[in-house]
């Protein structure tokens, strides 16, 4: 095999995957992974499925590590490795002293001064991060994993107390070298300035949110990103120092080497920044004893050392990128032929081709399509790199008498170059919000892709069977729809509110947005935004209010903005409460003993006259999809259900009135809706208690199981023709469409890619192309 490091590489990775993903009994799979071993004879397939089993055991070692963590109040020495500002205080990145195997985050509230090295001890309460509730969604355990994070721990400042400095040398002096430039940095520049400079140096998150955007809007966010980008600055710009100073070609190379490594260490290993490192090395060490190498087997090597300091470090982003931009740069832009363009065409085409691969990924992510990308890329890049060198230059010379303040004073005023071409640009830069690719998208596009560049005339030569394929799908895909129809109503983990999705082909209706009383609230543009998002949800038909307090409908303007709906379908004068409250002006339809017709589902709703207060006017109504309901009841209480009791109210799921209340949910309500199920949303350890003991006591005693937000997070449920079934996001089940993609790309990544007799064939068909 010519590239094997390729494929064991691609394996380990599946191995973390599938680990993390499947509950998998640990024992069972090794067993038959080493009864396969047995019997297997060429050595590349012993490689690939040791390298799969592996990563099993890797990943499940490291799984085992951070379940043993105690998540109690805990005091403990911790070292210092890296402070960041916040509102509420300050936060750490640290190390326990006497368990120094993973890292901790720990939030101090108030005023504290501690500095890389320091040795503090701290009294608090140490807890495990907490995944996302709602799928797709930024997955923050997974983040502080991919960073060694396995713990959290909150302490008051008047609990912590500084006893030392860590007796360790060597971080001793990596501390005091990163000390020394942040205050080279503070000391010299104005703040943003000096934030921008450690962001893109030092790998410290400072920038500003709207300088952010600004610049995630031209396209140039990897700029922000400690990266191959930067290493090969760096690289050159070193390079360039060595030639002009006549170095020998030997102490050239190891000071280059040298000096990589040592950057590399003072950043922490980031994965991008040990890639492009790693990449360099290997090419200098080759050229230089004319070794055989392949920059193709460099990446994937590098990318397998990644994984194997941490299996975590696949939810990276930026390794994510970094590998990917790499190898585009790599395996795709020669086939573009662009060393016979000129100038500025070939600059624009390099930079529309690996934006363009880029992009599915970037959407899966981000779900945004940044129209300014080309701006970015031709005009303030080169800006860019004259400010960042001109920087690194002032950082190693400055020092210089008379020398260091020319050289200051250049480097601020690239910066200020830098602000203005931004700043400039942006005018003519936006982008645009689209809903997510999926997993089998993303693989679908990379793998056509890696037909057309590789084996294009067997492509061509199996267009008939691609198209009876592709047909075949499309076929079972419509008649399957045709058969079930199924109509899909999420409730979303809002928090401490409600926000309900109805979704079939054709419409989608948004019952409540959620929301909150507090003034800064941001569950609209966090958490509800994102979700319908990665549901493919672009736009939506209809947007219904249960009632107008803020949990229900605070992120209402939000909505009307990004998903603009047709309308907004509530009870009488709604439209003027909601112009009076969310200064508003926005479609009506007032919803008054009327039924909406979709197709799959209709809405019956129900009103109650003579009823006072907000919660009790909610709407209620039953959604009908088939042969199943599901009945919403807003936040009634014991009053409003009443009202309700002579109504067709019977259905087999519960949308549980007031988040569960205790003043809701009466036994004679319950009796007569009678579901087999109740769907709660309602926020984690809220202030009110929801919901309430003797609430969740009374519908166990009538056999009616109750599924929470707070507890299993989102809450899908399916109905089609043949019945409905519920699904939660927590505790997690078997992600079924992603185990399926993975399977199914294997299967096809073996036959057209490792399979001996495939290759041999593809190649026979290609070889005239």
Not at 75 to 86: H, K, L, R
Not at 98 to 119: M, V
Not at 535 to 541: A, E, F, N, T, Y
Request: with cysteine; glycine share 6%; net charge neutral.
């Amino acid at each position: 095999m010519k590239r094997p490091i390729i494929f064991v590489t691609i394996f380990f990775a599946l191995g973390i995957v599938l680990t993390e993903k499947l509950n998998i009994n640990f024992f069972l799979v090794y067993a038959v992974g080493l009864l396969l071993l047995l019997f297997i004879k060429k050595r590349w397939q012993m490689m690939v499925l040791f390298a799969f089993l592996s990563a099993i055991l890797l990943t499940d070692y490291q799984n085992n590590k951070i379940s043993k963590i105690n998540a109690a109040d805990n005091s403990g020495n911790y070292i210092i490795e890296s402070v960041t500002d916040e509102e509420y205080g300050k936060s750490y990145i640290a190390k326990n002293e006497s368990e120094n195997i993973y890292k901790t985050k720990i939030r101090i509230f108030g005023n504290t001064d501690y500095r890389p090295g320091d040795l503090v001890e701290i009294k608090g309460k140490v807890s495990l991060p907490e995944e996302n509730s709602n799928p797709g969604l930024f997955n923050y355990k997974n983040y502080l994993k991919s960073n060694k994070i396995y713990a959290l721990l909150d302490a008051d400042h008047y609990n912590t107390v500084k006893i030392g400095e860590t007796n360790n040398i060597i971080l001793k002096f990596k501390y005091s070298i990163l000390d020394g430039a942040n205050q080279l940095l503070d000391n010299n520049f104005e703040k943003d300035h000096s934030n921008f400079l450690k962001t893109v140096f030092l790998g410290e998150d400072r920038i500003e949110e709207t300088e952010k955007e600004q610049i995630r809007e031209l396209g140039i966010a990897h700029l922000l990103a400690i990266s191959g980008f930067h290493i090969s600055l760096l690289y050159s710009f070193i390079q360039f120092l060595l030639i002009k100073a006549n170095i020998p070609r030997n102490t050239s190379m190891i000071v280059i080497i040298v000096g990589l490594w040592f950057y590399a260490y003072l950043l922490s290993w980031i994965p991008s920044v040990f890639r492009a490192v790693f990449m360099i090395t290997a090419i200098l060490i080759s050229s230089r004893y004319y070794l055989p190498w392949d920059r193709m087997n460099i990446l994937f090597l590098s990318l397998l050392i990644n994984l194997l300091r941490n299996p975590f470090a696949i939810y990276d982003i930026g390794l994510q990128f970094s590998h990917l931009a790499a190898y585009i740069i790599i395996a795709v832009i020669p086939r573009f032929r662009l060393q016979e363009e000129k100038g500025l065409v070939s600059l624009i085409k390099f930079s529309a081709i690996v934006y363009i691969f880029l992009l599915p990924v970037q959407l899966y992510y981000f779900n945004e399509i940044q129209l300014g990308f080309l701006l970015g890329n031709i005009i303030i890049v080169p800006v860019f790199v004259l400010a960042i060198l001109s920087a690194a230059i002032y950082i190693l010379f400055g020092f210089i008498p008379l020398v260091g303040a020319g050289l200051l004073y250049f480097t601020k005023w690239s910066l200020n170059l830098l602000d203005w071409t931004i700043e400039g640009a942006s005018l003519f830069a936006s982008s645009i919000t689209i809903p997510s690719f999926s997993l089998m998208g993303i693989l679908c596009f990379y793998f056509l892709c890696f037909l057309y560049f590789y084996h294009r005339r067997a492509l061509l030569q199996c267009k008939r069977i691609l198209f009876i394929a592709i047909s075949i799908i499309l076929f079972f895909d419509a008649f399957s729809y045709y058969l079930f129809k199924p109509v899909t109503v999420t409730m979303i983990d809002i928090g401490q509110g409600d926000s309900i999705l109805i979704k079939n082909r054709e419409d989608t209706l948004l019952v409540d947005t959620g929301g909150s009383f507090w003034e800064n609230d941001s569950t609209g543009e966090y958490i509800l935004k994102p979700t319908l998002l990665k549901k493919g949800v672009g736009s939506l038909d209809y947007v219904l209010l249960s009632h107008f307090d803020e949990d229900h409908a605070g992120n209402i303007e939000m909505i009307m903005r990004e998903f603009k709906p047709k309308a907004v379908i509530g009870r009488k004068n709604g439209k003027e409460i909601i112009k009076e409250k969310y200064n508003l002006n926005v479609p009506y339809i007032e919803l008054e003993n009327s039924i909406l017709d979709f197709n799959s589902f209709q809405i019956i709703n129900y009103f109650a006259k003579d009823v006072k207060d907000e919660n009790n006017n909610s709407l209620v109504f039953k959604m009908k999809a088939h042969n199943s309901a599901i009945l919403f009841a807003g936040d009634i209480e014991k009053e409003a259900e009443e009202k309700y009791l002579d109504k067709d109210i019977e259905s087999d799921i519960l949308k549980v009135p007031h988040h569960g209340s205790k003043t809701s949910s009466t036994e004679k309500f319950l009796d007569k809706v009678n579901p087999k199920l109740g769907i709660v949303s309602v926020g984690r350890n809220n202030m009110y208690g929801f919901p309430h003991k003797e609430v969740i006591e009374r519908y166990n005693k009538k056999g009616i199981p109750l599924l929470r937000t707070d507890e299993q997070g989102e809450i899908e449920i399916i109905i089609h023709r043949f019945g409905l079934k519920a699904y939660t996001y927590w505790p997690k089940e078997v992600d079924k469409d992603i185990i399926f993609s993975i399977l199914v790309w294997t299967i096809v990544f073996y036959i057209l890619v490792i399979s001996e007799r495939t290759r041999d064939e593809l190649h026979r068909w290609s070889k005239t192309d």
